[in-house]
Nanobody, 126 residues
Framework: QVQLVESGGDLVQAGGSLRLSCAAS????????MGWFRQAPGKEREFVAG????????YYADSVKGRFTISRDNAKNTVYLQMNNLKPEDTAVYYC???????????????????WGQGTQVTVSS
């Protein structure tokens, strides 16, 4: 059974930093991609960043490029999202997701992901 558990969400002032973690268990191969999504109140869930687990290729939404960095620790089966220079518009629940993919291709739409975590709240005050 696949489980994704996020942690690291908090209340932070604008300009501050946070690091989110996603601990994955039950993923039985390296043929998958991991993604971070976020959902603000009244808005749809949107792609933030993704990583090909085996190759380490990374992808970002334009709104976070240069501020957020996704990475993974293979030994710990954990994916991280380092968020710097946070803005009030980054306020949302952040979700970790995984998709089975022989190519490990990162997708930016929610329907392509097979497993989801419970989410962690990030609040950025102005």
């Amino acid at each position: 059974q696949v489980q994704l558990v996020e942690s690291g969400g908090d209340l932070v002032q604008a300009g501050g930093s946070l690091r989110l973690s996603c601990a994955a268990s039950g993923l039985t191969s390296s043929s998958y991609a991991m993604g971070w999504f976020r959902q603000a109140p009244g808005k749809e869930r949107e792609f933030v960043a993704g990583i090909n687990w085996s190759a380490g290729n990374t992808y970002y939404a334009d709104s976070v490029k240069g501020r957020f960095t996704i990475s993974r620790d293979n030994a710990k089966n954990t994916v991280y999202l380092q968020m710097n220079n946070l803005k009030p518009e980054d306020t949302a629940v952040y979700y970790c997701a995984a998709r089975n993919s022989l190519s490990g291709l990162v997708r930016t739409t929610t329907r392509h992901y097979d497993y989801w975590g419970q989410g962690t709240q990030v609040t950025v005050s102005s």
